[in-house]
């Protein structure tokens, strides 16, 4: 089992950058692909990035290409979202999740194990 806890949201501007980051409790944390999504009030959950359990593998939504890096510290079991240039778009519940490294992984599915979410706010 791999507990999470997401820290590092807040109120910010367009332009600005913010840092998530995800706190994991659990043996197996380190083989497993961890991801970040979204969601907004009324919308379906929403696949940002997610990277594989050795951090050699990346993968991104369209949307957040070119903004944001997933990264991960898996000898302090800890995954981070650097959000750069944010949009008032990018405002939303973010979720870290957790997911054996099989099948598609990067494309956000197959994600078991959820964390409680830190919302961000970006004004324009």
């Known amino acids: 089992q791999v507990l999470l806890a997401e820290s590092g949201g807040g109120l910010v501007q367009a332009g600005d950058s913010l840092r998530l980051s995800c706190a994991a409790s659990?043996?197996?944390?380190?083989?497993?692909?961890m991801g970040w999504f979204r969601q907004t009030p009324g919308e379906e959950r929403e696949f940002v990035a997610a990277?594989?359990?050795?951090?050699?593998?990346?993968s991104y939504a369209d949307s957040v290409e070119g903004r944001f890096t997933i990264s991960r510290d898996n000898a302090k079991n800890m995954v981070y979202l650097q959000m750069n240039s944010l949009k008032p778009g990018d405002t939303a519940v973010y979720y870290c999740?957790?997911?054996?490294?099989?099948?598609?992984?990067?494309?956000?599915?197959?994600?078991?194990?959820w964390g409680q979410g830190t919302q961000v706010t970006v004004s324009s």
């Open positions: 999740a957790a997911a054996p490294q099989v099948g598609d992984w990067y494309r956000g599915t197959g994600y078991s194990y």
């Open positions: 659990g043996r197996t944390f380190g083989y497993n692909a």
């Open positions: 990277i594989s359990w050795s951090g050699g593998r990346t």
